[in-house]
């Protein structure tokens, strides 16, 4: 019985300390940028959008999530694209690449849903 209880603990503790990381790293300040893509740098792992603000250097990783199952290598100069992106450790980490319909498309799905709620 103490050892199931031992291991019980063990395994929350240990998921615990896994949420609080994952939480940590979505907790950073999340930004948008919309508008035509610049620039794409397949080698550096970047991709570079001019929106309303100026010019965004997003940094591509593994955990990026691009929309329809496309990749960096699918994006093109002139794209119109919408991203969310944190900045941790002076870069600007792309966490989520779309075009800009389907950012439209889940904002609504979004207010849909609150409106139901």
Do not use: C, P, Q
């Not at 019980?8 to 508008?35: C, D, Q, R, T, Y």
């Not at 610049?38 to 991709?47: G, K, P, R, S």
């Not at 997003?58 to 496309?70: H, M, P, Q, V, W």
């Amino acid at each position: 019985m103490k050892k199931a209880l031992v291991i019980i603990v063990s395994l929350v503790f240990v998921l615990s300390i896994v949420g609080l990381s994952f939480a940590k790293e979505h907790a950073m300040k999340a930004m948008h940028v919309s508008g035509e893509v610049t620039a794409v740098d397949a080698a550096a792992n970047t991709l570079t959008i001019s929106g309303k603000k100026g010019e965004v250097v997003l940094t591509i990783t593994d955990k990026t999530k691009f929309a329809e199952g496309k990749t960096l290598v699918d994006v093109k100069i002139g794209d119109k694209l919408s991203a969310k992106y944190s900045e941790k450790d002076g870069k600007m980490m792309a966490w989520k690449v779309m075009t800009k319909e389907e950012m439209k498309e889940m904002k609504k799905e979004r207010k849909k849903k609150e409106k139901e709620d």
